[in-house]
Nanobody
Framework: QVQLVESGGGVVQAGGSLRLSCAASGRTFSSYAMAWFRQAPGKEREFVAAISSGGNIFYAVKGRFTISRDNAKDTVYLQMNSLKPEDTAVYYC???????????????????WGQGTQVTVSS
């Protein structure tokens, strides 16, 4: 079992930056693929970025967001730059076990979820 706790959300003006963190419990963090999803009001949860246990990275859109992980700290990060009002959403951290071979891009492919952190970008 893995517990995930996100932090770093808040209110920022358009063009600003935020760094989200997701701290994981457990002793096998390095074996998990990690991802960030987001969900805006009235919309479905959507993929943002993922990083495999081997360090392969996948993005929904390249350029403004950067995912990284620190296995020594059992933490995954999402650096968000040049934020836009349409980035406003609850951002969720997710983890999947090594043996899970589902697509990285769909929420159904993940085994564990955090509670989410709100990001609000004002215009």
């Amino acid at each position: 079992q893995v517990q995930l706790v996100e932090s770093g959300g808040g209110v920022v003006q358009a063009g600003g930056s935020l760094r989200l963190s997701c701290a994981a419990s457990g002793r096998t963090f390095s074996s998990y693929a990690m991802a960030w999803f987001r969900q805006a009001p009235g919309k479905e949860r959507e993929f943002v970025a993922a990083i495999s246990s081997g360090g392969n990275i996948f993005y929904a859109v390249k350029g403004r967001f950067t995912i990284s992980r620190d296995n020594a700290k059992d933490t995954v990060y999402l650096q968000m730059n040049s934020l836009k009002p349409e980035d406003t959403a609850v951002y969720y951290c997710a983890a999947r076990r090594r043996e899970n071979t589902s697509s990285y891009y769909y929420a159904s492919g993940y085994d564990y979820w955090g509670q989410g952190t709100q990001v609000t970008v004002s215009s």
